[in-house]
């Protein structure tokens, strides 16, 4: 048994044998739902523009873009956390169970990050003009925010 494994386990006390690792799967579990948070709160966002009545025939225009969290990255916080509940399960030793359960928090972070970046920079490179013209569609980062089109005539 390593060193770290040691003085974990005399840090805690004289648990039963598991100790150490459901206090990683512990950590796992808020670390999953902090980082479902801290991605609900970056994936928030706006933009919009208007145009004045003499491009549209006599009334203004206005295009708002909504950008907001995608279901999917919750799914898949949630799946990597019971995959890797799975596989300690069935892992041999304790170092595996640590070894997957440090995976699995390292990946739930690496996809928050990723989701927000790559939502973000989407949703910057949309040209907001171009729907004042009626030219544009927008196409979402599907699986890593939403991207919502609201247009309206404001009223004068």
């Known amino acids: 048994m390593s060193t770290t494994l040691t003085s974990q386990r005399a840090a805690v006390g004289a648990g039963f044998a598991g100790v150490v690792v459901v206090g990683r799967i512990r950590r796992v579990?808020?670390?999953?739902?902090?980082?479902a948070l801290v991605?609900?709160?970056?994936?928030?966002g706006n933009r919009g523009a208007c145009v004045d009545?003499?491009?549209?025939g006599g009334d203004s225009y206005c295009v708002t873009l909504t950008l907001g969290p995608s279901p999917l990255v919750y799914v898949a916080i949630a799946l990597i956390v019971l995959l890797a509940l799975g596989r300690?399960?069935?892992?041999?030793d304790e170092r595996a169970a640590l070894r997957?359960?440090?995976r699995a928090a390292l990946i739930v972070i690496v996809l928050v990050v990723a989701a927000s970046?790559?939502?973000w920079v989407w949703f910057g490179m949309i040209p907001i003009d171009e729907f004042l013209r009626g030219r544009a569609s927008v196409f979402s980062p599907f699986p890593f925010g939403l991207i919502n089109v609201a247009d309206?005539?404001?009223?004068?």
């Open 53 to 56: 009545g003499a491009d549209t």
């Open 39 to 44: 991605y609900s709160g970056m994936l928030t």
């Open 88 to 92: 300690v399960m069935k892992a041999t």
């Open 117 to 119: 970046v790559i939502s």
């Open 100 to 102: 997957t359960l440090d």
């Open 152 to 156: 309206s005539l404001p009223v004068s």
């Open 29 to 35: 579990l808020l670390l999953s739902a902090f980082a």
